[in-house]
């Protein structure tokens, strides 16, 4: 493939396992009834603190697979289960476990919620980390596309928040939903292809 082909590859399935969708309607819920000034600052904690949680373990997560004996066979069957499990409850739920659900929003402190949970782990979930490890090992020869598919998706995410509300008056909390649904599919079909990779890469299958 192209230079242009592998950094919209990697583009993409950054995207669709991010899913800033589905955070932009939890992003909606804590930032309702605010100004506008807080839902900015809201905005730069999220889509801040999860590009760089996506950037640290862009760089070192194989290293602290490697202090600990992970094989990336192993993080590919891993991670493909973990994406496949965000996958299932995005299709049937139309929305991302939060980790947060059944929790008191009231007791969470204002100046962290963009942070916790928007930041992480709504953005830079297990899933989602799991894949830009993934995507460097796979990618050891272009680390810059994968670091310019974090910088992009993060910008996207960035200008999503900004426009949520205009965007919520537009789709609604259904069409979002749905939305979330369709990208849900997409992030399974990821899902089976890493966890199929990881299985041919441990036994040295040659497909």
Do not use: C, W
């Amino acid at each position: 493939m192209s230079v242009f082909a592998d950094f919209l590859h990697i583009t993409i399935e950054l995207f669709v396992v991010v899913d800033p969708f589905a955070a932009m309607i939890m992003f909606i819920s804590l930032a309702k009834g605010e100004a506008v000034r807080e839902r900015r600052r809201l905005v730069n904690d999220a889509t801040l603190s999860s590009f760089l949680i996506l950037l640290f373990f862009a760089f070192v997560g194989s290293y602290i697979l490697l202090y600990f004996g992970i094989s990336i066979a192993a993080l590919e069957i891993a991670g493909g289960i973990l994406i496949l499990l965000t996958s299932i409850e995005m299709v049937t739920e139309g929305d991302k476990p939060s980790g947060k659900k059944g929790q008191d929003e009231g007791g969470l402190a204002k100046r962290d919620v963009g942070i916790v949970p928007l930041g992480t782990p709504l953005l830079a979930g297990p899933g989602a980390i799991s894949l830009v490890i993934l995507l460097m090992n796979d990618y050891k020869h272009e680390i810059l596309l994968v670091v310019l598919g974090i910088v992009v998706v993060s910008f996207i995410t960035y200008l999503l928040f900004l426009s949520s509300f205009y965007i919520y008056d537009i789709l609604k909390e259904k069409g979002a939903r749905a939305l979330t649904r369709v990208f849900g599919i997409l992030v399974a079909g990821f899902a089976v292809q890493y966890i199929l990779t990881g299985v041919t890469v441990f036994f040295g299958i040659h497909i």
